[in-house]
């Protein structure tokens, strides 16, 4: 069965037709009219589900777990707010999924290959392929995840979902058959590739817990990097 979205995914869809009709920027009023559009049984008013529940759609934005804080959307002026580069490539991720479970086949975007072809070139990757993972480093961590030490909690968790959101993009294309080729080389992308970074992933997430736990706890949302 197709896995259901979250509601914080489904807002995150209906920012992403935004992005489709090059709309660019929008504010929270028209996002809340356009999820409840795109899914009303989700942002229907309780008892009036005629009328967008604009709550349920404000409250998905900010705080820590909201969009906003997980790196995927930015605010750009009063109540105003536009797509993110990891909030694009989650948007196609989840569009993808829901074109493959109607039959039809997924495919990757430029900048979901972009980030493959990192993952797999990643010394993580490369170690953990050798047998070498005692030898990784936090620095190799880093590069994984697109992230530094002195990165924010935004930052990590953005970065953190980028990464497992293309890993699963990868996996549902070459489930269905689909021919990935990196743009350097004729390598073509298998599952046993798809397993490596999951394997890179997870022992990225288990050996560095504490390190990722001080990034997380520091919210200066003026370190980007």
């Given amino acids: 069965m197709p896995k259901r979205l979250s509601l914080e995914e489904e807002v995150l869809l209906a920012a992403g037709d935004f992005e489709e009709d090059n709309q ?39 705080g820590r777990k909201g969009l906003v804080g997980r790196g995927w959307l930015m605010k750009v002026g009063e109540k105003r707010y536009q797509l ?5 490539v989650i948007v196609k991720a989840l569009g993808d999924a829901g074109r493959s ?5 997924a495919s990757l975007n430029r900048g979901q290959k972009l980030i493959l072809e990192k ?3 990643s010394r ?6 050798t047998g070498e993972v005692e030898s990784i480093g936090f620095h190799d961590a880093c590069s994984f995840w697109d ?4 990165s924010n909690a935004s930052t990590l968790q953005a970065r953190l979902r980028t990464v497992e959101s293309v890993i699963d993009a990868v996996q549902e294309a070459v489930s269905q058959g689909v021919e990935i080729k990196l743009t350097q080389g004729a390598s073509l992308i ?4 798809v397993e490596l970074m999951r394997e890179a992933n997870r022992v990225l997430l288990y050996r ?7 990034i997380r706890k520091r919210t200066d949302e003026r370190k980007f990097h």
Wanted: hydrophobic fraction near 40%; charged fraction near 25%.
């Fill in 24 to 62: 660019g920027a929008f504010t929270a009023e028209e996002l809340a009219i356009a999820a409840w559009r795109k899914f009303p049984d989700s942002f229907g008013m309780e008892g009036y589900p005629k009328y967008p529940d604009s709550n349920r759609v404000y409250t998905k934005l900010m």
């Fill in 101 to 105: 479970n109607s039959g039809l086949r």
């Fill in 119 to 121: 993952l797999l070139s």
């Fill in 147 to 150: 992230i530094s030490p002195r």
């Fill in 208 to 214: 560095f817990a504490a390190d990722l736990d001080i």
């Fill in 84 to 88: 993110t580069e990891p909030g694009k």
């Fill in 124 to 129: 993580a990757v490369t170690k953990v392929r």
């Fill in 190 to 193: 298998g599952m046993r590739d």
